[in-house]
């Protein structure tokens, strides 16, 4: 049974996340100092599609993981085993942790962190917000929280729905996993690079250019054993047309932050040179991006 909730990663998903299940739950946020002070200080805040303040207990790390604890991570890819080693040797057989990512395999990231100590589940987040400042979040975009077959998955899905994060469980993550890989290859970049929000993704004249991503992404997909039948050029237009949310990695450029391009697209090519699929588009892609990347850093 869950007892405790441990928010491991404090952007702008972890924040929301740890907000809204602090509204039925005794939530730690781990966070760098200065959201920790803040929310210390006012509570944690969400603005945008809901008004709301909890008082959250916030902290820069965690001593000891408690009997019955739920510990989602919700940090980049690239910084998960760095957020999980320090916790490696207090984990216990009852401890589950729950990794709401982007890109491929940073499950396995993890388990390869934490060994046989507890269960590794992966998840799948429809949410969108934005950072705004220590202790305030914008909440842009809801949606559900796909969630990884398990003994355990139906506790925390329920969980999940009684704090209005529309937990489900999901019959194949593998499938919901390339699914929103294949939106985040087209939409995270593309975006970044033209300097538009989510919305921006569904300009026509983009069109030639997202097809090209999704047939590489699509090839390589069916080589790791998930096919579609899926318009997903026309599907990115329908869904995120709308959106006025910043894409996860656009915010990283804008803050002069790695992104997790080498998880997304990078993903891709290296998956595509194990199977002998070539993927120069999204080759070119990362490029693009590693290069916006060094500029961001050196202003």
Not at 234 to 244: K, L, M, T
């Amino acid at each position: 049974m869950i007892e405790h909730i441990v928010v491991l990663g404090a952007g702008a998903i972890g924040s929301l996340y740890a907000a809204k299940l602090a509204a039925r739950h005794a939530v730690t946020l781990v966070a760098r100092r200065h959201h920790v002070e803040a929310i210390a200080r006012d509570g944690l805040r969400v603005v945008g599609r809901e008004e709301l303040t909890r008082r959250v207990r916030a902290e820069t790390e965690v001593g000891t993981i408690a009997p019955g604890t739920l510990i989602v991570l919700t940090t980049k890819v690239n910084d998960c085993r760095r957020a999980i080693a320090p916790l490696a040797d207090t984990l216990r057989a009852d401890t589950v942790i729950l990794c709401v990512q982007n890109g491929l395999h940073g499950e396995e990231l993890v388990k390869a962190e934490v060994g046989d100590r507890c269960l590794v589940l992966r998840a799948i987040t429809q949410f969108g917000a934005i950072f705004q400042e220590p202790g305030v979040v914008d909440f842009r975009a809801a949606g559900a929280t796909l969630i990884e077959q398990s003994t355990r998955s139906a506790e925390i899905a329920a969980l999940f729905s009684a704090c209005g994060l529309d937990g489900r469980v999901s019959e194949d993550i593998k499938v919901e996993v390339w699914r929103k890989l294949i939106f985040n290859c087209v939409i995270n970049p593309i975006t970044s690079i033209i300097g538009s929000d989510v919305g921006g993704i569904a300009d026509p004249r983009l069109d030639t250019l997202k097809q090209l991503v999704v047939d590489e992404c699509l090839q390589v997909a069916r080589a790791d054993g998930v096919d579609f039948d899926v318009d997903f050029v026309r599907a990115i237009a329908e869904v995120f047309g709308p959106s006025r949310n910043i894409a996860s990695m656009r915010q990283d450029l804008l803050k002069g932050k790695p992104t997790e391009i080498d998880h997304m697209n990078g993903a891709i090519v290296q998956l595509g040179q194990r199977f002998g699929i070539a993927c120069p588009v999204n080759g070119a892609l990362v490029a693009i991006i590693k290069a916006m990347e060094a500029r961001a850093v050196a202003q």
